[in-house]
């Protein structure tokens, strides 16, 4: 007894079989992680190091070549990537996704620690941490209210930021437009004149008279007391009254010469909401979290954390990416809905049943939620690839059981009882019902063997899509039998006037395919002639098809940074920051808008009304926002949000460097590149890493005339760095938090080079002299940074598509432009650039190499060498409609429509297996081959049909391009329909013409071997 029969037999168990599959499912659809993307770990490691006063040029030499030496050495490096600052050196390590990041990471502390030994002395030591630049954060938290600046940054600090870092699931919470806290003393230039007092002076007496300082135990009989010197100021008026030094008996305290004041950090960004002053935060979720559910705890914790705030104090969430996901996933899952009753449509019209409709309805959820229980337990999340896999499978999980129930309904019509047709024609059908689900799985087999992050993302997309295709099938032959049995009352006698309706329909529609299918067998070459014809063109419309490596999304999210002459300040850089937050205030596509303004330059992040609410769709206000925030002196880059999460680099669909020796030479290559990409018309927003013009103020010491003044070069080096640049020069008590304390010359005497004159030192004689008789002080524009790539100097372009061109054309372009730099300079392709051309190449060997695993399976199934290229030659066809199909509706080939030229691979060659299966029983009957096909057609045309619509359904309101995320499901759901219209229709035709021709050639070359054979005629006559 076989498990089919078994499970007709007892009933109950195949109940109770799907009921805790179910179960199952539920409970871990209630546990899954929901994100985006899968969650794919890019193995990096950064290393920092920082050189005090080092040239970008000294920390090249000095730092960026030894530790690239160093890392060069460590296992599983892919590239490495390298920074040379004024002061500081930061190189990347990128590992192969297979590394360990953990071991990787003791590596390179193994191989810095080795090469620390060639660095200056004077460096500080290295900091090595793991970073993943495919982390982004996924809300953005403001604080804004009519309260201090020290309030807000109280509450964003000790309130918000530790309540929200104890939320389950967040990773990680960073500030932005945060300042610290600290106690400032703002130096009097002209009152450290008039009182002949210099920064040393009040260096010491800090460190003299503010202090706190362990002084031991006393020891007594019984116990022990610690002692500790209380030598701070207790306040700010007490830290004012200390005496710096005195002049003929007359003490000059700090508050003579300084301004102290309880104040915060020097301003390096300013961060608004809609015009409104806050302290936002970033929340980034762990790896493997659901992010709609973080986010939905993090909503929740700030509902509370409102009842505890000051009144007028609010706190809300600026930017939420999760917003999308939850709207996407949302989505899938109408769709999904949509499918099941679309499908079961298409089986109640096919079988004219409602109990095979029920049928398949049973078997929709125990195949999904019993994906989903595997998905989870492997450690995959609900993301876009997974739920692509579910949504599709839709169509496929019902195929096993259509087959099996037309065929059980076909033997219930020769009069058997239910039970008996439900055994015998699921015995009948199952080897067909293998095949079929054993060549689907075989095409994804390959997948595993893709590399980079890409290959990751499908990985979770064929598993997802293979577990459903083999719970479906062991669902087939097991609990759809049992169902049949005592739920299909449509068999026999007892059919409806629908499934009357039916049969006639299906009868006059078989005798009309017979008849054509008769011409075709009476003419096979000329089918297959007419096939290689659609072949031809398909190659032309494939060759017409836009190509793109991902395409982008209208996620109602846009980012544009606005970038500002080199040397420009942060309030010159606040001013047309503003100006862009006022003109984004007038669209009406708008709904709100955080800045950020920083150095020279400045981010908008722009969060817009539904699109179903606006005219513009989110790629038309980019182009109108790339033209109107275009102000004099700033260049504008428009960023789509949806490119991001694909590549661990910067999330743009041009990248690339421009590498070589020297420096000048690749400025020059750069800016020309630069200058014909933007003049090509396939590009824009291009813009580079490279940054010229920053001015820098050197100051030259004289040593001949410090040294006759008896003026130390560090008292010169000393003096600017305290009064220019700020010290730190202790430590306040302040409500149980320890502040710094920071000096620095008060604004209005350090604006202009001509200020650093004007300080003073003292000489050895005692007397004060103005820096500007010991120092020449120069303004030049000097390099701000030198970057490397694969340890060659570089300078990275990157930008986005013109509105019209694809990326395909895009990147041409940029490889012309690579034959005409100079010898020894040459361009690389990265980012989404490198991995378009990686994922164009990973899917056309993963689709060649799953035709051959395909090719195995059937060969070992059929026991023929011949059968599986009969059954494949149907692949091409499929190609050619899924490359008609996303030509006629405007699709791009990216790597979501290739997803689908993949599974089509695997889903067409069902109709050929269960075509030629049937044939083959026919021959084993004692059919010729023509007759056989002649037979197996009309009567396989019915499942066929069935599981080819039924399959389409599942893909229509994927096609059909609604809700949020359709931009990637569109394409694949097109490529599918594409390719089974046109596969369907012509496999009908083509695969029983390809089997004659094939047997008969199989005829023919057995007459020839048996002609040249010693027994054969020839022989004889010979004889």
């Known amino acids: 007894m076989n498990i089919t029969d078994v499970c007709i037999k007892r009933p109950v168990l195949a109940w109770m079989l799907m009921a805790a599959t179910i179960l199952f499912g539920v409970l871990a659809a209630t546990r899954i992680g929901i994100s985006q993307m899968p969650d794919v770990d890019s193995p990096n490691i950064s290393v920092s190091v920082s050189w005090a006063g080092a040239s970008p040029e000294e920390v090249e030499h000095g730092i960026i070549e030894p530790l690239e030496q160093a890392l060069a050495q460590v296992e599983g490096i892919q590239s490495i990537n390298a920074s040379a600052r004024p002061g500081s050196a930061r190189l990347t390590a990128v590992f192969a996704l297979s590394r ?97 007092t210099t920064v040393a002076d009040i260096t010491s007496a800090l460190n003299r008279q503010h202090v706190v300082m362990p002084g031991g135990e006393l020891e007594t009989p019984g116990r022990s007391i610690s002692v500790r010197m209380l030598g701070e100021a207790a306040d700010l008026e007490a830290l004012r009254k200390i005496i710096i030094r005195e002049v003929n008996g007359a003490p000059i305290y700090l508050r003579d010469v300084c301004v102290v004041e309880d104040g915060f950090e020097d301003v390096r960004s300013l961060a608004r909401s809609d015009g409104v002053p806050l302290q936002a935060l970033s929340i980034l979720k762990q790896r493997g979290a659901n992010a709609v559910a973080v986010a939905g705890e993090v909503r929740a914790v700030l509902d509370e954390l409102r009842a505890s705030l000051p009144e007028g104090m609010q706190v809300e969430v600026l930017f939420d990416t999760t917003k999308f996901i939850e709207e996407s996933v949302h989505e899938i899952e109408i769709e999904l809905v949509i499918a099941v009753i679309l499908t079961s449509l298409v089986c109640w019209l096919f079988l004219g049943s409602l109990s095979s409709t029920m049928n398949v309805l049973l078997a929709i959820p125990m195949s999904l939620l019993g994906t989903i229980a595997v998905i989870w337990a492997v450690g995959f999340t609900l993301n876009t690839f997974t739920l692509l896999g579910l949504s599709l499978a839709i169509g496929l999980v019902v195929d096993d059981a259509v087959m099996v129930m037309e065929n059980i309904y076909r033997h219930g019509e020769m009069g058997k009882g239910s039970f008996q047709a439900a055994s015998e024609g699921t015995k009948e059908i199952t080897f067909a019902a293998l095949a079929a689900t054993a060549a689907v799985i075989a095409i994804f087999l390959p997948v595993v063997f893709m590399e980079g992050v890409v290959g990751r993302y499908f990985f979770q997309f064929g598993v997802t899509l293979s577990v459903a295709v083999a719970i479906s099938y062991v669902e087939a032959i097991t609990l759809a039998p049992a169902r049949c049995a005592r739920l299909l009352h449509g068999t026999g006698h007892a059919r409806t006037g629908l499934g009357r309706l039916v049969d006639r329909a299906f009868e006059g529609l078989s005798a009309g395919y017979g008849r054509v299918l008769r011409r075709a067998l009476g003419r096979p070459w000329l089918v297959l002639l007419a096939g290689l014809a659609v072949l031809g063109g398909s190659a032309l419309a494939m060759s017409a098809l836009p190509t793109e490596f991902v395409p982008s999304q209208d996620q109602s999210r846009i980012v544009v940074r606005l970038t500002a002459a080199a040397g420009a300040d942060l309030h010159e850089t606040d001013a047309f920051v503003k100006r862009a937050e006022a003109y984004l205030a007038t669209r009406p596509e708008v709904v709100s808008t955080m800045a950020t303004a920083y150095g020279n330059g400045g981010t908008l992040s722009i969060t817009l009304v539904p699109p179903d609410e606006r005219a513009m769709t989110q790629a038309e206000l980019s182009a109108v926002l790339r033209k109107d925030l275009a102000y004099p002196g700033v260049r504008v880059v428009v960023q789509d949000l949806s490119q991001q999460g694909l590549t661990g680099q910067r999330g743009f669909p041009i990248e690339f460097s421009v590498r070589g020796p020297d420096f000048d030479e690749l400025v020059e290559i750069a800016a020309r590149v630069r200058r014909e990409l933007t003049q090509s018309g396939v590009a824009a927003d291009i813009d580079s890493d490279y940054q010229l013009g920053l001015p820098e103020v050197q100051i030259t010491p004289d040593r001949d005339r410090a040294a006759d003044l008896g003026v130390s070069i560090d008292d010169v080096a000393t003096t600017v760095n305290a009064l220019i640049g700020g010290v730190t020069v202790g430590k306040y008590s302040s409500g149980g938090r320890r502040l710094d304390v920071r000096m620095r010359l008060l604004r209005e005497q350090r604006l202009r080079p001509e200020d650093i004159g004007k300080l003073r030192v003292r000489t050895g004689d005692g007397d004060m002299v103005p820096l500007s008789t010991l120092v020449t002080v120069e303004e030049k524009p000097v390099l701000q940074a030198i970057n490397h790539a694969d340890r060659e100097r570089a300078i990275s372009v990157f930008g986005n598509i013109a509105p019209g061109r694809s990326q395909g054309e895009a990147l041409a372009f940029v490889q012309g432009l690579a034959r005409d730099v100079p010898p020894g300079y040459r361009i690389v392709l990265g980012g989404q650039s490198v991995q378009f051309q990686d994922s164009t190449s990973s899917l056309i060997f993963a689709l060649a190499m799953g035709i051959a695993v395909a090719y195995m399976v059937l060969a070992a199934q059929f026991d023929s060498f011949l059968h599986p290229v009969t059954v494949l030659s149907i692949l091409p066809l499929s190609i050619a409609g899924a490359a008609l199909g996303l030509l006629v509706f405007g699709k791009s080939l990216n790597v979501f429509s290739m997803i689908g030229v993949l599974l089509l691979m695997g889903i067409t060659k069902k109709n050929s297996i269960i075509l030629v299966d049937y044939a083959n029983v026919m021959r084993e009957e004692g059919h010729d081959a023509r007759e056989a096909m002649q037979r197996a057609g009309p009567v396989r045309l019915r499942p066929i049909l069935m599981t080819t619509v039924a399959t389409m359904m599942a893909a229509v309101p994927a096609a059909l391009g609604l809700g949020a995320g359709a931009e990637t499901r569109g394409p694949m759901a097109v490529a599918i329909l594409g390719g089974l219209f046109v596969s369907t229709v012509l496999s009908l035709v083509v695969v029983p013409a390809f089997y004659l021709v094939a047997d008969r050639l199989k005829a023919r070359a057995g007459r020839l071997r048996r002609g040249r054979s010693p027994e054969g005629p020839g022989a004889a006559e010979a004889g």
């Open 100 to 196: 360990n990041i953990d071991l990787a990471l003791q590596d390179v502390q193994a191989k810095v620690a080795q090469a620390q030994r060639q660095l200056p002395k004077d460096v500080l030591q290295p900091t090595i941490s793991k970073s993943n630049p495919d982390d982004q954060p996924i809300l953005t938290v403001g604080i804004s209210g009519p309260f201090a600046r020290q309030v807000l940054a109280d509450v964003a600090r000790y309130q918000v930021q530790q309540r929200l870092q104890t939320i389950p699931g967040v990773g990680q919470v960073s500030t932005n437009g945060y300042l610290e806290r600290m106690i400032r003393l703002w130096v009097d230039a002209d009152r450290l004149i008039e009182t002949g």
